[in-house]
């Protein structure tokens, strides 16, 4: 399976910033998705990020909150802006998924917000 | 709407065997599968479902029953190590994934 990096994999950040969260893949994939894991709960999907398109985003999130970049097959950005407390959580990248195969995730990254 | 269903939290003994149970209501359904997620780790693939039956894997056997909306992991022969959550999602009509709230397996010696 792909080698999926994720930076940073800890921050700490006051309330009103924004922080911008990397993901790399070892090899070209058409699908990457964002997601928030808050603390004792399930993954909830933010955006699915296409190569050459605008990201998808779910109920409840929107673009301006939650800007992604997918300038090529192996690299996304999230971006977390005007954070508050509430937005502390665990966010994660994964690829793969589709017909049969499963999606793959990065180390994650734990954002806390002051 | 589209629900995943699974024990919030199940308690085992080392070198005992557990089933943790998923139940599933999906918008059309292209296959489920098991991950597990160590503490303050990402989720880890574990297995995938798409036919009836059994799945075995080592240690780990995945069933699925279509017909009935169910599945169940099986961990046999359970070691400390094994102490995580397990979370169920099942891929619906769009192969977007419907994702469980997770069982919380601590095993105990």
């Known amino acids: 399976s792909a080698v999926i990096s994720q930076k940073p994999s800890r921050d700490i950040c006051q309330r009103g910033t924004s922080l911008t969260i990397q993901c790399q893949v070892d090899?070209?994939?058409?699908?990457m998705f964002w997601y928030r894991q808050q603390p004792g709960q399930s993954l909830t999907l933010i955006a699915t990020?296409?190569?050459?398109?605008?990201?998808?985003?779910e109920s409840g999130f929107v673009i301006d909150k939650f800007p992604i970049s997918r300038p090529n097959l192996t690299f996304s950005t999230l971006t977390v802006s005007n954070m508050s407390p509430e937005d502390s959580s665990i966010y994660l990248c994964?690829?793969?998924?589709?017909?049969?195969?499963?999606?793959?995730f990065g180390d994650g990254t734990r954002l806390s917000i002051l | 709407g589209q629900n995943i269903d699974q024990p919030t939290e199940m308690t085992a003994t080392e070198g005992a065997i557990v089933q943790i149970n998923c139940t599933y209501q999906?918008?059309?359904?292209?296959?489920l599968f098991w991950y597990q997620q160590h503490a303050g780790e990402a989720p880890t693939f574990l297995s995938y479902?798409?036919l009836d039956g059994l799945e075995e894997k080592g240690r780990f056997s995945s069933f699925l029953s279509r017909s009935k909306g169910y599945s169940y992991l099986l961990l046999k022969e359970l070691q400390m190590k094994d102490s995580a959550s397990y979370l169920c999602?099942?891929?619906?009509?769009?192969?977007?994934?419907?994702w469980g709230a997770g069982t919380k397996l601590i095993i105990k010696p």
């Open positions: 994964s690829v793969g998924g589709g017909s049969n195969q499963p999606q793959h």
């Open positions: 090899s070209q994939v058409t699908m």
């Open positions: 990020a296409n190569q050459g398109s605008e990201a998808t985003y």
């Open positions: 999906t918008s059309g359904f292209n296959g």
């Open positions: 479902n798409v």
């Open positions: 999602a099942a891929l619906d009509s769009n192969y977007q994934l419907i």
